[in-house]
């Protein structure tokens, strides 16, 4: 979901950016988002077409930031990380208010409606430091 607000958003707002999400581990490669996850970008008009894939080496070299939902995957990203990485790597939530996101898979809608307005902000928040505040 993080992916898709922070892509649909950077477009509305203008900036130029290429976004994908993957995962830590390789248990969902190649799977389609969650149906909760689908039906909340559907009801607010967020395209998706992406499947799973698990991060790689080259992540860390090819995108200027990688963005963690959680100190969880913020961990395991950091054992990970390459020596010669050159990707920022951070907290998502440590460019609004230092929060994780939480994982909604075992609550219902309202936990994905709740991630969805938590990304919104947090894409905001880093396309703001990353490029500057929104011109009104």
């Known amino acids: 979901m993080g992916e898709a607000v922070l892509r649909h958003i950077a477009k509305q707002r203008g900036n130029e950016i290429y976004v994908d999400?993957?995962?830590?581990?390789a248990y969902h490669a190649g799977d389609e988002p969650d149906d909760r996850t689908l039906a909340t970008l559907k009801k607010n008009k967020v395209?998706?077409?992406r499947v799973a894939r698990q991060v790689s080496q080259d992540d860390f070299r090819n995108f200027t930031h990688i963005l963690a939902a959680d100190n969880s995957n913020l961990g395991a990203l950091q054992?990970?990380?390459?020596?010669?990485?050159?990707a920022t790597l951070e907290l998502w939530g440590s460019y609004l208010d230092g929060r994780p996101i939480a994982?909604?898979?075992?609550?219902g809608?309202?936990?994905?409606?709740?991630?969805y307005t938590q990304c919104t902000?947090?894409?905001h928040a880093f396309l703001d430091k990353t490029f500057g505040p929104q011109k009104k």
Not at 21 to 25: E, I, L, M, V
Not at 79 to 86: G, K, L, V
Request: charged share 25%; proline share 10%; net charge neutral.
């Open 47 to 49: 395209p998706l077409d």
């Open 79 to 86: 054992r990970m990380r390459p020596r010669d990485a050159t």
């Open 21 to 25: 999400s993957c995962g830590t581990g």
């Open 109 to 115: 809608a309202k936990g994905f409606d709740q991630v």
């Open 103 to 107: 994982d909604p898979y075992y609550g």
């Open 121 to 123: 902000a947090l894409s």
